[in-house]
């Protein structure tokens, strides 16, 4: 096991879990202190950069933002998420209100921002690491930015924030945690204007408060904290911090029975009341999820605690049990700690995607009959870090516990990633969601959706709607987030949500959006929803069934409706009854539709044509209804195996997709690798109609040699009514090693010089650093002096130098094994030999390898992924002193490989000397010939474009040449 320095303590993360006990009083009673009155907001300093002096007190703590993977490997769900919403809503709303960014890097400057806010009446107050700034609600800048450190402290922006709207006192609330004293700093408006003066207080505690996430309660303002020690959650003495007193109480709980990961933050959320309705007497609320793939847990469940608050004798205040609810299986890990979740285009650099936690805030609205809790949190549905949002309303009423009313995973099948959700409820019932959304194809951006009160439940039936795209990624670092913020207008129907994206490549950016679901207007109707009928066998007299809601505010009677099929008007017909606001009525037309011919897919639409419907766009409702054919089936994708590194013997997966309406079994599947003799093998299970099932092949394949393998996968039913959806092709590729490691402490290399190279380095993605672009020249038959350093104690290291570029690094390739490290941050010097028997001219790989020793036996293995260390490739060019003046200048000249578009990159060899006709080849890792060609010249060089749309992706090499030297460049094909 590694030991860490205690000094450490901030960069790594303790875990702290209680354990369930009949003692449930608190475990701290303490005071705050009254720190000062600041003058007015609007009259502090606007700032826009950080001084050097000032840069002394910034210290953003590296949270324990995500979980390592699943302890428990059989914890449920096994084969993805069940509950995922694959399909978008397909209700238009109005239009986004407001949008307007918030804050930027430039104005922030730490990463991640932890964007926040809150809105009132007249104002929508903003913070994120390290500045608060104040909007009026058509997004104009009152105050700011000023540096959380000159508002709420002496200079020191630590970061952080959180900013609440009481509307229960019409006052705002921003904090900060302070670094220097374990201890919060919160501000409280001194009236109803945020721009004017704030009450500072400050709350000493036991340990760094770390993450903090408050709620508006009626008895308190309620604080949970990811502290490194002792207790967690906490109330504060809210009417004592509205009056100004001078030692406001604080009263810290420990959470009975609560189980964490420890290698996730511990992030339990307390209710937060929208509305300004409640019932009497009512206690306050933690939640927090449980996720049976953590040790310890047996199934996935929320715990619930209530407390009791008696700030009159505060020992008499109690925390509960907690009530469990369990919940339909989820899986709420991703990736290692420290490597990021989702791709971006264009980078290896993933960004966090916030796991294990329950997502801010958690909203409470209470409607007399019943109070409903929204809780959102990241899920995995594919077992492949691709994250929906998992989203339960809990309701209670004043006699039965919370209980689920409803749960769904918004997840639809696009290939992207929605997370960092938050949630509300608004008055009428209905929810809003806003969240990020990321893939390798698509830059971070910010949307939302939602669902209506009396939608199917389990459902976001609204149109997802993009608050903005994102432009650029970031590429320095995984931090993302580490939360978006949604609050509800004082008007109890406007939701108004922050979150970060990136307005160019390493810039981050805030933006601001105000958007409702129930839109005011008086008069608005339209078809919400298709209940009939469903795919299937299907005849030429089907019944339509729709389900109308009353968006308006006035009830509607007599509401005429038309019904098309392919774009056909097929009936106009009317809905004689009364639906009041908010309401649905069921309609089913009189005249029925041919929907009778095997196979084809028919596109129905339903929409009201009320007179003087104020808002037209949330008319209509479409829906695909599709014919299945009795017997079809075929394979729709092959899991197993992937791309990777080090594969040998594999077994063959595939998805077998029923797309017709009769159960099948006992049926042939066959794959085939390369175009070799077919394995067939017979699926012997029942798949029901539009049924996924994934089929293993007990014959394997051999995949050991590197390169590239086509597969070939169909099924062979006898009675298949459609042979084109039978077979699916996938190309699979053994790749040349890119090995993993953690070097988030330090470990591995932190400084590497040889030649002209001299590159001090901070921690690589996954601890593997392409340095490739560096290239220094070697002169062949002579004697090289490698000087490395690490940022940790004990480290080992090994070099190789790909002289036959055959993309391996050979045994005889090893020049420096397994030489100490012996003391962080102590530089090392090894002499290496350049062989003229061995080494080839021209250009070549060199890869470094650094590990720590007390885990890792050698570092002399260029693939092994490592505990604890760091991977390094550069260039090297080999050169001879006394070849002509052009080998040498054509050694030195750069090659430049810009990626154009998917799979698709220009070379270009950047000189402007006359090399005559240069070739260009492309290999892979096998050293097979996947392209090649000639090469433009013009007056700046040569170019040329190269299509490789058809390999899989991986590291292939690029030679270029002509009738006398040549030179390699590596290229990573995304």
């Known amino acids: 096991m590694k030991i860490k320095n205690l000094l450490l303590l901030f960069t790594f993360f303790c875990t702290y879990a209680t354990f369930a006990q009949d003692v449930h009083e608190p475990d701290v009673i303490a005071t705050g202190k009254f720190v000062k009155k600041t003058i007015p907001l609007r009259d502090m300093p606007v700032r826009t950069t950080i001084e050097k002096e000032e840069t002394s007190n910034l210290k953003i703590i590296q949270n324990r933002l995500r979980a390592n993977r699943k302890t428990n490997e059989n914890a449920l769900p096994l084969d993805g998420d069940g509950l995922a919403q694959k399909k978008f809503g397909g209700v238009t709303t109005k239009a986004i209100e407001q949008n307007f960014d918030g804050a930027d890097a430039s104005e922030g ?152 990961n420890p290698d996730t933050v511990f992030s339990p959320e307390p209710a937060n009341l929208t509305g300004t309705s409640f019932p009497a007497d009512v206690p306050g609320y933690i939640v927090y999820l449980q996720d049976d793939g953590w040790s310890g847990v047996t199934f996935d469940h929320l715990k619930v605690w209530e407390i009791e608050l008696d700030w009159s004798t505060t020992s008499n205040s109690t925390i509960s049990s907690p009530l469990e609810i369990p919940t339909t299986p989820f899986e709420a890990t991703f990736a290692p700690f420290g490597t990021g979740d989702v791709g971006q285009p264009g980078t290896n650099q993933k960004i966090d995607m916030i796991g294990g ?37 809990l309701r209670n009423d004043a006699s039965n516990d919370w209980s689920i009313f409803q749960e769904g995973t918004y997840a639809p099948a696009d290939g992207n990633s929605r997370f960092m959700g938050s949630a ?69 129907f406007t939701f108004w949500h922050t979150a970060e994206y990136f307005a160019s490549n390493n810039f981050w950016t805030t933006r601001v959006a105000s958007f409702s679901l129930s839109g005011g207007f008086a008069n608005d109707v339209g078809v919400n929803n298709i209940t009939a009928p469903e795919s299937g066998i299907l005849t030429n007299a089907e019944t339509v069934e729709v389900v109308i809601r009353n968006f308006g505010a006035d009830a509607q009677s007599n509401i005429p409706l038309e019904l098309r099929v392919n774009g056909t008007l097929e ?54 209804a599709t014919h299945y054919l009795g017997d079809d089936v075929g394979i729709t994708a092959v899991p197993a195996p992937e791309s990777g590194e080090g594969l040998g013997i594999e077994t063959v997966t595939v998805t077998i997709t029923n797309f017709g309406d009769n159960p099948q079994s006992n049926f042939d599947v066959q794959y085939s690798l390369d175009g070799d003799t077919p394995v067939v093998e017979t699926f012997t299970g029942t798949i029901d109609s539009q049924e996924e099932v994934d089929f293993s092949f007990s014959e394997t394949a051999d995949l050991s040699i590197l390169g590239t393998y086509e597969i070939d996968a169909q099924t062979n039913l006898s009675s298949d009514q459609n042979t084109d959806n039978d077979a699916f092709q996938v190309t699979v590729e053994n790749l040349q090693c890119l090995p993993t490691a953690d070097c988030s402490d330090g470990d591995g290399i932190e400084y590497f010089v040889i030649g002209t190279i001299d590159n001090t380095t901070s921690c690589s993605p ?25 940022g940790f104690i004990s480290q080992i290291f090994s070099l190789w130098i790909d002289y036959n570029d055959n993309s391996v690094f050979d045994s005889d390739e090893l020049l420096i094994e397994d030489v100490a490290i012996p003391n962080a941050g102590e530089e090392v010097t090894v002499s290496i030999a350049i062989p003229d028997d061995q080494a080839l001219l021209g250009t070549h790989l060199l890869r470094v390898r650094a590990g720590y020793s007390e885990t890792e036996d050698t570092t002399a293995d260029p693939c092994i992924d490592f505990t604890w ?46 090399f005559g006709t240069i070739n260009y080849e492309v290999f892979n890792t096998l050293g097979q010939k996947i392209t090649a060609g000639n090469m433009d010249n013009s007056n700046d060089g040569y170019k040329t474009t190269v299509n490789l749309a058809s390999v899989a992706s991986g590291m292939y090499l690029v030679k270029l040449y002509n009738n006398e030297f040549s030179t390699v460049k590596r290229l990573i094909v995304q």
């Open 869 to 914: 260390g760091e991977t390094e490739d550069y260039t090297v060019t080999i050169t001879d002193p006394n070849l002509a003046v052009g080998q040498q200048e054509f050694n030195n000249t750069d090659v430049l490989i810009y990626r154009v578009s998917n799979k698709i990159y220009e070379v270009s060899f950047n000189t402007t000397t006359d």
């Open 424 to 492: 509300a409820m608004d008055a009428a019932g209905n929810i809003g969601i806003g969240f990020n959304i990321a893939s390798p194809t698509l830059p971070a951006g910010i949307r939302y959706t939602g669902r209506f009160n009396g939608d199917p439940l389990g459902e976001m039936t609204v149109a997802e709607t993009t608050i903005i795209d994102g432009v650029g990624v970031q590429s320095n670092t995984n931090r993302f987030g580490d939360y978006s913020h949604l609050t509800m207008d004082p008007d109890n």
């Open 571 to 624: 009936a106009s017909e009317t809905f004689t009854g009364t639906i009041n606001p908010n309401e649905t009525g069921t309609y089913s037309f009189s005249q029925t539709v041919d929907l009778s011919n095997e196979g084809d897919t028919y596109t129905i639409e339903a929409k009201t044509v009320l007179s003087g419907d104020e808002f037209t766009d949330n008319d209509g409702f479409t829906k695909d």
């Open 109 to 260: 400057q730490a990463t991640p921002p932890d964007p926040t806010g809150a809105v009132g009446p007249n104002h929508y107050v903003h913070a994120v690491n390290l500045v608060v700034k104040i909007f009026d609600k058509s997004g104009s800048l009152l105050a700011g930015p000023t540096f959380l450190g000159d508002f709420l402290g002496s200079g020191n922006n630590s970061g952080d924030p959180i900013v609440l709207y009481d509307q229960l006192a019409d006052r705002f609330f921003v904090s900060q945690f302070d670094t220097g004293n374990d201890s919060l700093i919160i501000g409280v408006s001194e009236t109803s204007d945020p721009t004017g003066s704030y009450n500072v207080y400050e709350f000493p505690l036991d340990a760094f408060p770390d993450y903090p996430h408050y709620s508006v309660w009626p008895d308190a303002y309620y604080l949970t904290a990811n502290k490194f020690s002792g207790n967690t959650t906490y109330a504060l003495e809210r009417d004592a911090l509205l009056a100004g007193d001078p030692e406001p109480k604080i009263i810290g709980f420990n959470l009975p029975g609560v189980t964490n």
């Open 766 to 790: 996954n601890g593997y650093g392409d340095y490739t672009d560096l290239n220094t020249e070697l002169d062949i038959d002579s004697t090289v002096e490698v000087t490395i350093a690490s």
């Open 357 to 393: 936690v329950i997502s801010y805030a958690a909203n409470y609205r209470s409607f007399g009959s019943h109070n409903s809790w929204v809780i959102t949190f990241n899920v995995d549905v594919d077992g492949n870090d691709t994250s929906g949002i998992r989203w339960i309303e």
